[in-house]
């Protein structure tokens, strides 16, 4: 059975992650525990990496603006667990779990046609933003740590352009409806850093969990303002 990583990595170099100092290291400051269900003794274990090897599929968004969503799966089991151990529990050794499995989903929909291959143009990967403050207070951002983690994987021809920055004014979007997200959130997404992906460039935009698609809406938006069209949405979970 292989792990998500295992699927992408040559046994040897997932070997050579696993092992040696830095996995020394990562012992002594993290606890051993599985990030999908706890099961200790292991970091990722194998019933949490095969939940996480699934093909992708495309969402419906509740919300207009957002371009063709894929996500690697529901909200739900091993994907939810993770993305709280992530963003909560400082378990920033996950994102190199979430960036194999957008790797593996972004190959996926390059075999189904859905993204152009690797050949024929660069891929930028544009993470969805997040607040600031909140992300700082996680110990950095793992949408941003799993972009480079994915990029990482997917080769030289893939870029990560962390751009987007969300305004400040902006409320926490726990318990509003998709009306209510898709207005809290209107032209408060801003893109801060020139230039951007080159013209030619497959971009896609990326992010943990998509709820209603009212992120992926503004950020799209925003965007498009500054020239820049986001050919499809990847999310790790979606919520449905
Ligand atoms: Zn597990």
């Known amino acids: 059975m292989l792990s998500t990583a295992d699927a992408i990595f040559p046994p040897g170099r997932r070997a050579l992650r696993q092992s040696g100092p830095m996995r020394a290291l990562l012992d002594l400051v993290l606890p051993l525990e599985c990030g999908g269900c706890r099961q200790p003794g292991t970091r990722w274990c194998v019933g949490c990496a095969q939940q996480l090897s699934s093909e992708p599929f495309a969402l419906r968004t509740r919300v207009a603006g957002v371009p063709p969503a894929w996500s690697t799966g529901s909200y739900a ?3 939810r ?16 779990e979430i960036g194999c499995a957008w790797a593996l989903a972004v190959q996926r929909l390059r075999e189904w046609g859905e993204l152009d291959p690797a050949e024929l143009t660069p891929l930028c990967l544009v993470p969805a933003p997040s607040r600031g403050r909140a992300a700082r207070r996680r110990g950095g951002d793992p949408v941003l740590r799993a972009a480079h983690a994915c990029a990482l994987q997917l080769g030289a021809a893939t870029a990560v352009w962390p751009a987007l920055r969300v305004a400040s004014g ?3 979007s726990v318990g509003l409806s998709a009306d209510q997200r898709v207005a809290n959130l209107l032209g408060r997404v801003l893109v801060t850093e020139r230039p951007g992906p080159s013209a030619d460039a497959t971009v896609v935009l990326v992010d943990d969990v998509l709820t209603t698609g009212a992120t992926a809406a503004a950020s799209t938006a925003a965007l498009r303002l500054h020239g820049v069209r986001v050919h499809a949405v990847l999310v790790l979970a979606a919520v449905q």
């Open 81 to 96: 667990a993770m993305v709280i151990a992530a963003k909560e529990r400082g378990r920033r050794d996950l994102t190199q």
């Open 170 to 172: 902006v409320r926490d």
């Open 77 to 79: 089991g091993a994907r």
